[in-house]
Nanobody, 116 residues
Framework: VQLQASGGGLVQTGGSLRLSCVVSVANSVFNQYTMGWYRQAPGKQRELVARVSTSGTTVYADSVKGRFTVSRDNVKNMVYLQMNSLKPEDTAIYYC?????????WGQGTQVTVSS
């Protein structure tokens, strides 16, 4: 299973970015995965940002509620993270994650930098 994330970059405070992640797996398999976005800032542990279940149920970290939106496209095997009202503390490497029962897979990460 390969996950390829993209869409990171440098943005000013208050700006927006949209991250995308494509999962290279059969569509029938992708539709069984809970998909998530995690991030890791320098010197900090990796943390959950948002995830979306196979039924579309979403969970968000308190720090991003109301600003970020996670979604998935079960036809294209993709998951997205729309990030609005970005803050300097959102600066991190963002990782795409796919999970099913005891299996978990990670993408390579994409850097998001928010300048003040």
């Amino acid at each position: 299973v390969q996950l390829q994330a993209s869409g990171g970059g440098l943005v000013q405070t208050g700006g927006s970015l949209r991250l995308s992640c494509v999962v290279s797996v059969a569509n029938s398999v992708f539709n069984q995965y809970t998909m998530g976005w995690y991030r890791q800032a320098p010197g900090k542990q990796r943390e959950l940002v948002a995830r979306v279940s196979t039924s579309g149920t979403t969970v968000y970290a308190d720090s991003v509620k109301g600003r970020f939106t996670v979604s998935r496209d079960n036809v294209k095997n993709m998951v997205y993270l729309q990030m609005n009202s970005l803050k300097p503390e959102d600066t991190a490497i963002y990782y795409c994650n796919a999970g099913f029962v005891s299996s978990t897979y990670w993408g390579q990460g994409t850097q998001v930098t928010v300048s003040s």
